[in-house]
């Protein structure tokens, strides 16, 4: 099956340092999405990228669909603590029968020192 | 509001025993998903279901049965032969269209012991 790498597996930075994370794939995606869970409650939904070269904010966020369509990144500008959490990329192929499934990244874990 | 419920928030069980969890969605939303969450570890699809009265295996469906008899529900039942149940569960749902966002409710955590 599909395989995401998602990197790297657990981040400690300070509160006002930029943060990046990145996920690759074995295949082509046409969709990515990028979540953030907080300790015992569902992911939420930050970024969602369908276009091979879109670049997406969402406030300090930016994340970016790779040319290749193997690969996303999601950049956080100016952390600050309530970006704790886990980090999950996710990304899609639209074809046959499992057009709706998505495949998931291990996450990335980010601490951020106040 | 419009949102996903899963109910209850912790859930415990005894060895042997059949489980179902719940998942409610007023999103209007064609298709629903569960998965299942281990430490360290990304979310493993389950089952999903596309439509009523139809669902689909997952990557890990052995244990496990679901039914979807109503648009907005989409239950799951972790049953005895599941061999490691203990584990945070999440439902999902999203639109039939070819973006796939998916839209998660707050999980349940299931304990068997």
């Known amino acids: 099956g599909q395989q995401l790498n998602q990197s790297p597996q657990s981040m400690f930075i300070q509160e006002g340092e930029d943060v990046s994370m990145n996920c690759t794939s074995s295949?082509?995606?046409?969709?990515w999405l990028w979540y953030k869970q907080d300790p015992g409650e569902g992911p939420v939904l930050l970024i969602a990228l369908y276009k091979a070269g879109e670049l997406t904010s969402n406030g300090r966020l930016t994340a970016q669909f790779g040319i290749t369509r193997k690969d996303s990144f999601l950049n956080i500008s100016a952390s600050i603590p309530s970006d704790v959490g886990i980090y999950f990329c996710?990304?899609?192929?639209?074809?046959?029968?499992?057009?709706?499934?998505?495949?998931f990244g291990k996450g990335t874990l980010l601490t951020v020192n106040p | 509001d419009g949102g996903i419920t899963q109910s209850p928030k912790y859930l415990f069980r005894k060895e042997g025993q059949n489980v179902t969890l719940s998942c409610e969605q007023n999103l209007n939303h064609d298709a629903m998903y569960w998965y299942r969450q281990d430490p360290g570890q990304g979310l493993r699809l389950i089952y999903y279901?596309?439509?009523?009265?139809?669902?689909q295996k997952g990557d890990i469906a052995e244990g496990y049965s679901v039914s979807r008899e109503k648009k907005e529900s989409f239950p799951l039942t972790v049953t005895s032969a599941q061999k490691n149940p203990t584990a945070f569960y999440l439902c999902?749902?999203?639109?039939?269209?070819?973006?796939?966002?998916?839209?998660f409710g707050p999980g349940t955590r299931l304990t068997v012991t």
């Open positions: 996710a990304g899609r192929l639209n074809s046959g029968g499992s057009n709706y499934k998505l495949t």
């Open positions: 999902a749902s999203s639109i039939q269209s070819r973006r796939g966002e998916q839209y």
């Open positions: 295949s082509i995606f046409n969709t």
């Open positions: 279901s596309q439509i009523v009265n139809d669902f």
